[in-house]
């Protein structure tokens, strides 16, 4: 029995060092969850999903920003409750349930009322900001929160949200593009002491595209003393100089991983993969080739 025992945790401790170590491949889902192809993004290659936008209101709530013609937005927290639906709720999990790549979902947030709350009435356990934070993880199986901060840049309330989110049962991510400074200090400090698989700020998805098109990820690895996930935007109508084909792509990730070794790489995003007509597999075989 003991020899038995021993095995079995041996294998656990290789299945789990396994799953860190794995690539990461990933995709901003832009599109409202409810009307996107999510049978394409759960067998294309991807195994992480980012969701934008999600926001926080000024009493604390949260809410699901549709970014889709004839979406609405959604209230999905308030008053320490998951109020979305049960239809939305059960969308999102199935992003990680039967026949799927995906194996972590993330919301993705800009810094609105942040600094404001973690002030007052602060992060701590009882306070609406936190009961909706633990009652949205719950509905809808969420394993991190994503930091798009592109204008406040304040570190004091960043750390202090995003400590209060790893109370919560989340892990933090960052989605820079500039200002390599600050996100210095906010990885500095709230992975100080910490080492992997435990970091609290554990994912780093560099926007290589628009403001941030000149990003080098190697350069941005060294600074932060974090391997990057360098984000590419596939073809698009919005901003077409800054689309990428398949093929483009596959010469971006390689290169810049040949220049550094990358913790995966990502797309922005679905949106407009389903707009143009493009194909997920092809784009998820470039991340699956190249960061299996």
Not at 87 to 114: C, F, P, Y
Not at 248 to 275: C, M, V
Request: charged share 15%; with cysteine.
């Amino acid at each position: 029995m003991r020899l038995y025992a021993f095995a079995r945790l041996l294998l656990l401790q290789l299945l789990a060092q396994y799953a860190f170590a794995a690539s990461i491949r990933s995709i901003f889902l832009f599109k409202d969850v409810m009307k996107s192809n999510t049978t394409a993004l759960k067998t294309s290659g991807f195994n992480s999903v980012i969701m934008f936008g999600v926001g926080i209101l000024g009493d604390g709530g949260i809410m699901y920003y549709s970014n889709t013609p004839g979406s609405s937005d959604v209230l999905v927290a308030s008053g320490g409750a998951y109020v979305g639906g049960d239809a939305l709720a059960a969308k999102v999990r199935s992003l990680k349930e039967g026949d799927t790549g995906i194996n972590r979902i993330e919301i993705s947030m800009n810094s609105q009322h942040v600094r404001d709350l973690m002030s007052k009435p602060g992060p701590g356990v009882d306070t609406p900001l936190y009961r909706n934070f633990a009652a949205l993880k719950k509905a809808w199986s969420l394993d991190a929160v994503n930091n798009d901060d592109e204008s406040l840049y304040d570190v004091a309330s960043t750390v202090t949200f995003a400590k209060m989110l790893g109370n919560a049962g989340y892990k933090y991510t960052i989605a820079p593009y500039t200002n390599t400074n600050f996100w210095r200090s906010v990885t500095t400090q709230l992975n100080q002491g910490l080492k992997e698989p435990d970091l609290l700020m554990d994912r780093v998805y560099l926007q290589c595209y628009d403001g941030g098109a000149n990003n080098n990820p190697a350069s941005w690895q060294s600074t932060l003393g974090l391997k990057v996930v360098p984000l590419i935007w596939v073809t698009n109508d919005s901003k077409p100089v800054y689309g990428t084909t398949a093929a483009q792509a596959r010469t971006k990730f390689t290169n810049w991983n040949k220049a550094g070794a990358l913790a995966g790489g990502g797309y922005w995003n679905d949106y407009d993969i389903e707009k143009m007509g493009l194909s997920y597999k092809q784009y998820g075989d470039v991340l699956t080739s190249i960061f299996p």
